[in-house]
């Protein structure tokens, strides 16, 4: 990706948003919503529901939930819409 495609990205992020993009178009969800666990870390249970209060970008440029104020990787947890 070119730095200008990136400055381009980063034009439309925010801490307190997602870009989801369903099969008809592109949607916003804002902060807090919820999420459920798919694996155990040392304060969540798995199948459980949290409130994502924040979306962060983690050093190797991966998206982390911020959770009872703690950072976890998106991609062990569910978007519950």
């Known amino acids: ?3 200008d495609d990136i400055d381009e990205v980063i034009r439309y992020l925010s801490p307190y948003s997602l870009l989801v993009m369903t099969p008809t178009r592109l949607t916003r969800i804002y902060c807090p919503f919820t999420v459920m666990a798919l694996v ?27 959770i009872k104020g703690k950072a976890y990787p998106s991609g062990y947890f569910l978007l519950m819409l």
């Not at 199948?47 to 209060?53: G, I, L, R």
């Open 40 to 66: 155990v870390f040392e304060s969540i249970q798995a199948n459980q529901h949290y409130t994502v209060t924040r979306v962060n970008i983690d050093r190797d440029a991966q998206m982390v939930y911020i």
């Open 1 to 3: 990706m070119e730095p």
